[in-house]
């Protein structure tokens, strides 16, 4: 298996392209499932307070032998916790659940832009990686007018911005943005949850690569420059989605994919949420 390529962050710390996502993984399931990705080479776990995971994360990482400092870990702020103090003190609990004393990724789950707090909430994030107890902070589910906002009001550009992108979502003015400031762009739901998967077009794709539709998908987004951490709770396809690394699509192929784009959410309207 060809080794996954790391993109750098916009202060010099490097990520892993692609990780493994753990929401909606159920209680008791997490340990396993994060122990087998990190046997199958996956050295990024994306977590979040929400899942409720955090501490299975932390425990399947500290028992499996491989060193701390290899694996990159990001988790998220909820957002009944934004506000600066909440947040500070939120953060000290997602650390004493992983069992770290750092976390390689913070960042502000959704904007909730009817709350507005999410300016203050940054603050709090801004602080944490100040004290070196975050690598890198960025944000989650930020639409343009959010981004700009927290630039113009901070002067800091978070190092990410992982929002829902799948071929029936592909946002490519979000991504147009996040290329000029230097924001790199996360996938979630990177598979669209397996809606995409049946797709004419990526199932010919796939025979034609001799490829699982999973991957191709996947290679679309790596070749795309997105990081990605699809979840799969199924051992074959946690292989599958992780071997993406020895070929490659053609512009034409990506061009088929690019044009499935619907403008089609999975999750919610981050306008609209909270
Ligand atoms: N920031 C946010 O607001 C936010 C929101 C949602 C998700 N996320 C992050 O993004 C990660 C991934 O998103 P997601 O879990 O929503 O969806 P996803 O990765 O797009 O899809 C997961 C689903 O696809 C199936 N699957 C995985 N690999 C497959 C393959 N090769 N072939 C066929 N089916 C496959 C899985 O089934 P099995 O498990 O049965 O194999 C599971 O049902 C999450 O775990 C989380 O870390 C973040």
Redesign the pocket.
């Known amino acids: 298996m060809t080794a996954v390529p790391t993109i750098e962050l916009n202060n010099g710390v490097t990520i892993p392209q692609l990780g493994f ?5 159920p209680p008791g399931e997490t340990e396993a499932a994060v122990a087998t990705a990190l046997a199958t080479g996956y050295r990024h776990i ?3 307070k929400l ?1 409720e995971n955090e501490d299975e994360v932390g425990t399947a990482i500290a028992k499996s032998g491989v060193p701390r400092d290899e694996v990159f870990v990001t988790t ?1 702020v909820w957002n009944s916790d934004q506000g600066y103090d909440a947040t500070l003190a939120a953060f000290d609990k997602s650390l004493e659940r992983l069992g770290f004393d750092y976390v390689d990724l913070y ?1 502000i ?2 904007p909730l832009p009817k709350v507005d707090r999410y300016v203050e909430t940054w603050r709090a994030l801004e602080k944490i990686s100040g004290d070196g107890r975050a690598r890198a902070i960025g944000v ?2 930020f639409q343009i007018a959010h981004l700009q906002r927290l630039i113009d009001e901070t002067g800091t550009v978070p190092a990410v911005n ?1 929002v ?1 992108l ?1 071929p029936h979502l592909t946002q490519a003015p979000l991504r147009e943005f996040h290329a000029r400031h230097g924001i790199v762009t996360e996938a ?7 809606a995409v ?1 049946d797709d004419p077009v990526i199932t010919e794709i796939a025979s034609a690569h001799n490829r ?4 191709i998908v996947l290679r679309w987004h790596v070749e795309l420059g997105n990081v990605v ?6 051992p074959s ?1 946690i292989e ?2 992780i071997d993406i690394f020895d070929f490659e699509l053609s512009g034409e192929e990506m061009d088929r994919i690019d044009a499935l784009d619907r403008g089609e959410r999975t ?1 919610p309207d981050p306008d609209a949420f909270g």
Do not use: C, I, M
């Not at 699982?212 to 991957?215: I, K, S």
């Not at 951490?229 to 199924?234: A, I, R």
């Open positions: 996502g753990v929401f909606l993984v994306d977590t979040a899942y998220k960042l789950h959704w989650s589910n992982q829902e799948h979630w739901s990177p598979l669209a949850q397996g998967l699982t539709a999973g991957q951490f699809p979840k799969s709770l199924t396809r599958e989605n999750g």
